[in-house]
């Protein structure tokens, strides 16, 4: 385990499913620590001190704490580089951002479930698929 690294969240949340993948690509491990939303967990006063808005993820990593989902993933790779998630090419790099924000958009509208990074040498380094509840939305490589 990743000395002091905790994961604070729920396992029904895509945006901690996220993070979760991104750990497991890097071949990280961390605490995780749940966060009981129907119990109201993430309003009380020891999780707003992690969050002032009471949202997850929330990670605890090299002595610092981190908030929303694409900071940490972000973090994770540029503090741990290998393997690469994000491509090198700027060309694909773009792309990847397109779908960044693109999971944005796809989870406001359909609802979401699941989310997926991909990444590779030989592909494009962000192929993000969701499928929502009333629909899917696939944000196509270039």
Known sequence: MERGTSLYGFDGSTYVRAVKMVLADKGMDCQPDQINVLAGEPHKPEHLARHPFGKVPVLDIDGIRIRETDAICRYIEDARPEPALIPANR????????????????????????????????????????????????????
């Open 91 to 142: 060309r694909h790099r773009a792309a990847a951002g397109l779908s960044f924000s693109g999971q944005h958009a796809c989870m406001m509208q359909q609802g979401h479930i699941s989310a997926r990074i991909f990444a590779g040498h030989t592909r494009l380094a962000a192929n993000v698929l969701y499928i929502g509840l009333g629909g899917a939305c696939l944000l196509p490589p270039c």
